[in-house]
């Protein structure tokens, strides 16, 4: 389980800063309340939120990778200020191809300030433009950290890693997985995000489960984020993986992949 920083908050209207920690995990430095409230909808930039009149209006423009419509870089209504339209590229390797969510070195790309506006003014939400610069980035830092906490369980196949592609993604807040359940019945705060993300490993999908948690905040970390990513146990592959991981940790000595 990777802490990374939250960027939403509790609720209300946070203004937060990303920190990359000497162990590579982020923090947030809250200084005033979040846009998002955790216990809403999960991830406004996902396509599982979206009420079934925008899916029956989008049809068939929904994109399957990642259960959205068209990217929309128009201004939103009673917008204030401009926003920048520009997308900037994870370092996530894409099979779709240079489109609308992918670029021309096949990797995906995040949502500019003006799509994460426009997301989450569909889904209800009330961001403020001043905001979205800094959500934006903290949103990405997020799946780059979920993307590196996949990278350390797919190094069990290194002969698979060269060719390694995220291929399409979904959010599921309201459908916890079953280690959140158990989690939650010890006494554990749920998660207030789930994703499920497919992989292609050496041609074959392989699903993972991202729980998503809010971290206990410490002074030099008032507001934290808990990543638990693993395989699921969908077949004997994933849950060798599973039984696998502890002894492959100890071997590196605790250190990542």
Known sequence: MTTASCPYGDGGSKTTTAHVDADG?????VKTSCAVSHGTSGCPMNGKSLSTATANAFGASINPANAMPPPNQQPGAAQRLP??????????????????????????????PQMFYNAMQRKGFSPKEEEMRTVVAIHNTVNERT????????????ECLAELQLVRFSGKPDEPTWKARWYNFLGYKA?????????????????????????????????????????????????????RMPFTRLARGGRDA
Not at 93 to 110: A, C, F
Not at 147 to 158: A, G, K, T, V
């Open 25 to 29: 995990s982020t923090t947030a430095i």
């Open 191 to 243: 998660p207030f995000d789930r994703h499920d993300w497919v992989v292609k490993r050496c041609g074959k999908e392989v699903r993972y489960l991202i729980d998503f948690y809010q971290g206990k905040p410490t002074p030099s970390k008032p507001v934290a984020m808990h990543i638990d990513a693993r395989p699921a146990a969908d077949d004997f592959s994933g849950v060798w993986q599973r039984l």
């Open 83 to 112: 926003l920048s339209t520009e997308r900037i590229a994870s370092t996530i390797p894409s099979p779709q191809g240079e489109d609308n969510t992918s670029n021309s070195t096949g990797t995906w790309i995040y949502p500019s």
């Open 147 to 158: 993307w590196q906490q996949i990278l350390e369980w797919e190094s069990q196949y290194p």
